[in-house]
């Protein structure tokens, strides 16, 4: 769905994406990872046309062209953005009126179809400015719903919205995937990351340092975590398998829970929980990043030392 | 696309205050005219009012002459201005273009949109002002400024016409401010910037020692729609303004394409 070969962006002497490789497939829920100003919204405008790239290529959907697709895309960038003195329902007629595709039949259908999609059926004659920050949100996903995508890009989807609201849009995009829409999600919140997405990219300074299939990213390491009272005779019990030792928590190199947990019971040693240890999504990208670019002064992280002294 | 954008502009309410309040001025005027009696002496103030006094018809003329130095040209400006920066300000423009809407195709809505706020404006000053002339003057059988009389069939067409040469005056403005729209993402900058080189072109053509780039400057032949009233017409400096217009209209268009269609959409 999308496939970018060296992508490159420069802003004078500033170098925002530098040689990125994607590889967004059909059916994907794509998470985009990355630190403020790592050039993931650098990137998504250059794959939807905005941006044109300084070097290097992509493919959109099969095409080289983005404005030969983007009639099947649906995308959110930067926050939603509409007309404040018009209705939410105005401004999706006339985004729909505005491009390819959009014949005036069928027109109110899809505009009603899309605000039900997202629980504006309510507000949509509501003038914008009167909306709130997640009302906006949800008209901005309305909108990249409309023309009903097969693939969203979506630029922080969830901001301004409460829990539920949050809950509500998962939802919503798990549904539409796997009714074959394919998403792609660029965000920082990780946990939103973890749960909606198959699989991440990480970007960090305008490079992709990580690329995989979440399972992969938090497969077990190997090690399995114990959670008992008695944690010195397991200690004892286990010998140097024990890697480490955290008041009653065990830390121990052993990657089947099962028989562990047999030979700890065995013993008499009680065990409160267990279960192998596995990366955290936060562990895999704390430890490819560097603090964002609204970072100014201070003291930086060492992956940034190391990086200058070097 | 077009469509589109004619609605936006039909819906906003600033396109109706603007036009309103160049409606108003000229009327203004005219009832001051009309309650005092006090005519300016010929050949002072703007053209034709000396002689309305005797004749409303000829008062959508004068309106005209009005409302050109200055008003409509400042809000011709600021709508054109507003078209491409506006909707970069307010960030519309990135869904526009992912809608997707061509670049080429988002500038000539834009231009043909502001070409309809302009010829809307003018229209709508002339009409009403004919209208209130007539009212308030009454009318009669349309002096030319020559001192013959013209028939009211030819009297409507040198309106018409004229109506005509003032709207394709301002669209060189449009086109300088519809160029800087595409330059900045400040409406404000590009309004600004437009009505400065109107200014300047305004200082410059009543300078003397700047005589010798006179016939270059924009706003030189504006008023050359009072020659629409001379019997005969006098052609010249029309035909001049006109062939004057279109090359700032082609020249600002095309910088302005060029412009729109290299430039990172970052707002």
């Not at chain 1, 595709?101 to 899809?110: E, L, W």
């Not at chain 1, 970007?203 to 008992?228: E, F, I, K, M, Y």
Request: charged content about 20%; overall charge positive; proline content about 5%.
């Amino acid at each position: 769905m999308i496939r970018t070969h060296a992508l490159v962006k420069r802003f004078g002497p500033v170098t925002a994406v530098d040689g990125v490789d994607l590889d967004v497939r059909e059916g994907d829920r794509y998470g985009f990872l990355g630190p403020n100003g790592s050039g993931k919204t650098t990137t998504v405008r250059m794959l939807l046309g905005l941006v044109l790239p300084t070097s290097g290529s992509f493919e959109l959907l099969g095409s080289r062209r983005a404005q030969d697709v983007l009639a099947q895309v649906g995308a959110l960038v930067e926050g939603p953005a509409f007309y404040g003195h018009l209705s939410g329902r105005r401004n999706l007629t006339l985004t729909d009126a505005a491009g390819p595709g959009g014949v005036r039949r069928g027109r109110r259908a899809r505009v009603d179809a899309a605000l039900e999609q997202v629980g504006l059926d309510g507000a949509g004659s509501r003038p914008v400015k009167a909306y709130s920050l997640g009302m906006r949100q949800r008209l901005g996903l309305a909108a990249a719903l409309l023309r009903q995508p097969r693939l969203l890009v979506l630029d922080e989807p969830t901001n301004g919205l409460d829990p539920q609201g949050i809950r509500e849009i998962r939802d919503l995009l798990l549904g539409l995937n796997r009714a074959g829409t394919t998403v792609f999600l660029s965000s920082h919140l990780l946990a939103e990351v973890e749960l909606l997405c198959d699989r991440v990219g990480v970007l960090n300074r305008g490079r992709l340092v990580v690329q995989d299939s979440l399972a992969v990213l938090q497969a077990p390491t190997g090690r399995t975590q114990v959670d008992t009272p008695d944690a010195f005779q397991a200690t004892q019990l286990l010998g140097s398998r024990v890697e480490a030792v955290d008041g009653m928590r065990l830390l121990v190199r052993d990657d089947d829970p099962a028989a562990l947990n047999a030979m700890l019971v065995r013993a008499g040693v009680r065990v409160r929980a267990l279960g192998p240890e596995r990366r955290t999504l936060e562990d895999t990208v704390l430890q490819v990043t560097t603090a964002g670019s609204d970072r100014v002064g201070g003291p930086q992280r060492d992956a940034d030392v190391e990086e200058l002294s070097a | 696309m077009i469509v589109v954008e004619l609605s936006k502009l039909l819906r906003r309410p600033r396109t109706w205050v603007s036009i309103g309040l160049l409606v108003l001025l000229p009327t203004l005027v005219a009832v001051f005219l009309a309650v005092s009696e006090v005519a300016p002496r010929p050949g002072t103030g703007p053209a034709f009012l000396s002689a309305v006094l005797s004749n409303g018809a000829l008062y959508p003329a004068a309106a005209l002459a009005i409302v050109l130095p200055l008003f409509l040209p400042v809000a011709v400006a600021v709508i054109a201005g507003d078209a491409v920066a506006g909707e970069a300000q307010a960030g519309t423009l990135r869904y526009l273009l992912i809608r997707p809407v061509g670049r080429t195709r988002l500038l000539v809505a834009k231009l043909i949109s502001v070409v309809a706020y302009t010829m809307l404006a003018v229209v709508l000053v002339a009409a009403v002002s004919y209208v209130v002339g007539v009212q308030l003057f009454g009318s009669g059988p349309l002096p030319s400024t020559s001192g013959t009389t013209l028939s009211t069939g030819d009297a409507t067409l040198r309106t018409v016409l004229a109506v005509l040469y003032v709207g394709w005056s301002m669209l060189g403005v449009a086109a300088v401010a519809l160029f800087l729209s595409t330059m900045t993402d400040s409406p404000l900058a590009a309004a600004l910037g437009a009505i400065a080189l109107l200014v300047t072109s305004g200082v410059l053509v009543g300078l003397d020692a700047a005589a010798s780039v006179r016939p270059y400057l924009p706003t030189r032949y504006w008023l050359a729609f009072v020659d629409l009233f001379r019997d005969p017409v006098l052609y010249r400096d029309l035909v001049r303004g006109t062939l004057l217009q279109g090359v700032y209209v082609l020249a600002f268009l095309s910088a302005a394409w060029a412009n729109l269609m290299t430039k990172d959409i970052t707002s």
